[in-house]
């Protein structure tokens, strides 16, 4: 039986929910991931796979992106790109790009997920901790952005750009 995890679901609870959207709503579509090797990245992925997307997925650990692909193929995506890399770079980001239109060439949708943050006291914040949060959660997301609508303006297909914000809280003692 599909259980909860301390964050969410296991990769089987991922792959059986119930959904709301019809089977196909997404056949023929490509759809680009970032940290899709875990949690609410994961999670999308799983989902997109379930409604017939083509897929790349991107993050830091090649491994667990590995895996996540392993289980989009079952889930019923016919191809899915695996691109280990950190949106935190303006080159690797291109990469990513080149790599995704010489495979499918286009995207359709981009869901910004990647991202970092580190669970404390903001006052605790190192200056080196503060820029790597900086450099993930904005300049990351935007060098994705940047990216993807400079080809949708040189190609003329559009797509959809989602950008997800986690954010957490502490109770100060």
């Given amino acids: 039986m599909p259980e909860a995890t301390l964050f969410g679901f296991d990769d089987e609870a991922l792959a059986t929910r119930p959904t709301v959207y019809r089977q196909g709503l ?7 991931v970032s ?6 990245g994961k999670a999308i992925a799983f989902l997109y796979a379930r409604l017939g997307a083509k897929l790349v997925i991107c993050g830091r650990d090649s491994a667990k992106l590995e895996g996540c692909a392993e289980w989009l ?7 899915v ?12 980001v291109e990469q990513l790009m080149d790599a995704a ?6 995207i359709d949708v981009l869901v910004n997920n990647a991202g970092g943050q580190f669970p404390q006291k903001a006052l605790d914040y190192s200056v080196k901790g503060w820029k790597a949060v900086i ?3 904005l300049n990351g997301t935007w060098y994705m952005m940047h990216a993807l609508a400079k080809r949708w303006r ?12 986690a954010t957490f809280q502490s109770v100060m003692p």
């Fill in 26 to 32: 997404f056949d023929g579509q490509v759809v680009m």
């Fill in 35 to 40: 940290g899709a090797g875990s949690g609410i």
């Fill in 73 to 79: 193929h079952r889930l019923g995506s016919p191809d």
């Fill in 81 to 92: 790109l695996v691109h280990p890399m950190t949106i935190r770079e303006p080159e690797q």
């Fill in 101 to 106: 239109w010489r495979h499918f060439r286009r």
């Fill in 135 to 137: 450099d993930t959660n």
């Fill in 154 to 165: 040189n190609t003329d297909p559009q797509g959809n750009i989602v950008n997800i914000l």
